[in-house]
């Protein structure tokens, strides 16, 4: 099945404040139908400086979908939360635990693939499907077993779906093939990365050091629904490097 292409907006957010119009109608030209926002300020109920509602309108009107958010929440606000992502008609809530919120134990990860089943119960009451993004540092093995399997092994199929980031994947020296064979259908949502080999920076897709060919090939297997092109925060140019990104993604499908 032939997935449909998106634009993470994080690394766009200062361009979008400037000229939200003109940028999703760039996206939408370059042939993107899908976009991802980033950044929610439980305090203002903004995502990206947006009202949800707002944000939702402004990618609509270019024939954009916003398709999956990302939020930084807990246990205790996942209701909130989830339904301001309701509000945005989005599919999917994306949660990512950082290296500063967990300890590298076997243990925290446990409690953490809990807290994620909480999480996807209460997403899943207002429509949503919870998503885990990944990092690098969630494949470090304690123990003869990595902290990534654990995570996977201790949440529910039906509560938390997985949004790999094969740019994380690449640094931390991981074969996503590997991984989607050993837990296939879990991975609908991707996020492709591309990395410079030797600066470890984001670079645009097909540009750097990660092997898209080979987990492509393994999509169904998967169950690749939405890909997703994102940049680093700090990337030079990252709507130049989205729009270029998305010549070569048309040729892949």
């Not at 991802?36 to 009202?51: R, V």
């Not at 909130?80 to 290296?99: E, N, Q, T």
Request: net charge negative; aromatic share 10%; charged share 20%.
């Amino acid at each position: 099945m032939k997935p449909a292409t998106g634009a993470q907006l994080w690394s766009l957010r200062k361009v979008l404040r400037e000229e939200p119009e003109a940028t999703f109608k760039k996206l939408a030209v370059a042939g993107y139908t899908v976009v991802e926002p980033a950044g929610f300020n439980i305090s203002e109920l903004k995502i990206q400086g947006f009202k949800p509602e707002e944000l939702k309108t402004l990618s609509n009107d270019q024939g954009l979908q916003m398709v999956s958010a990302h939020f930084q929440f807990s246990v205790e606000e996942a209701s909130l939360i989830s339904d301001c992502a309701a509000s945005m008609g989005i599919k999917y809530i994306v949660r990512s635990f950082f290296s500063n919120e967990l300890e590298q134990t076997q243990d925290a990860y446990k409690e953490a693939a809990q807290s994620l089943n909480q999480m996807g119960a209460i997403a899943k009451a207002f429509g949503l499907q919870l998503a885990y993004h990944n990092h690098a540092h969630e494949f470090e093995v304690v123990d003869g077993i990595s902290l990534f399997d654990i995570l996977l092994d201790y949440t529910d199929p039906d509560l938390v779906v997985f949004q790999p980031d094969l740019g994380w994947l690449g640094y931390a020296g991981q074969e996503p093939v590997k991984i989607f064979q050993k837990y296939p259908g879990r991975f609908p949502i991707w996020h492709l990365r591309d990395i410079d080999p030797v600066t470890k920076r984001s670079v645009a897709i097909g540009s750097g050091m990660i092997d898209f060919q080979s987990a492509l090939a393994n999509r169904d297997l998967a169950g690749l629904e939405y890909a997703i092109v994102e940049m680093a925060s700090d990337t030079e140019d990252p709507l130049g490097k989205i729009l270029s990104s998305r010549q070569v993604i048309e040729t892949w499908f």
